[in-house]
């Protein structure tokens, strides 16, 4: 009798682990996304913009509980293509010792030489909406989307900034 519940108790434990790891790397695998967004300036300049990304999650990075995200993939802004640096200048650097915006660039020859980029926002890890920071070496443009009119390019800037903690600000 003791032995059927010891067995019992055994069985028990490796399957909660079991579901525990299985969910675990459920809700850490990487992401595809591929949407195309009109997004909105708030002078209402509008501009198409496809994304074409990996979204990953990664937990327990520098001793942090919360997750830290990067993108890997392309944004296509206004007929220009985007990339992640990483794939781009050093493909065996360590996706997640980098830190900050989750940044896009025009490729050049030098990777020091990088004039337009893209900083990217994002709500949730579905990218229900977007901040995108355009920087073509000349001037700095805020775009939200989607969006097609100020009003609606207000409303997620205000979404953004009263609501921040369901937005991924940056790389961590």
Partial sequence: MKRKKAFIIVVSVFAVLFIVLGAGLYIARPKHVYAEYTVCS????TKEVILDVTVHKKWFVKKQLLAVWKL???????GTEYVDP???YNKNHELWKGGGAI?????TLSPIDLRQKIDLNMKNEDLEAISLLVDDGSRQVFYFGPADTVE???EISDDMVNNGESWIIGGY
């Fill in 42 to 45: 708030a002078e209402g300049e």
């Fill in 72 to 78: 890997t993939g392309t944004i296509t802004f206004d």
């Fill in 86 to 88: 990483y794939g781009v």
């Fill in 103 to 107: 940044q896009f660039v025009v490729p």
């Fill in 152 to 154: 609606k390019q207000k």
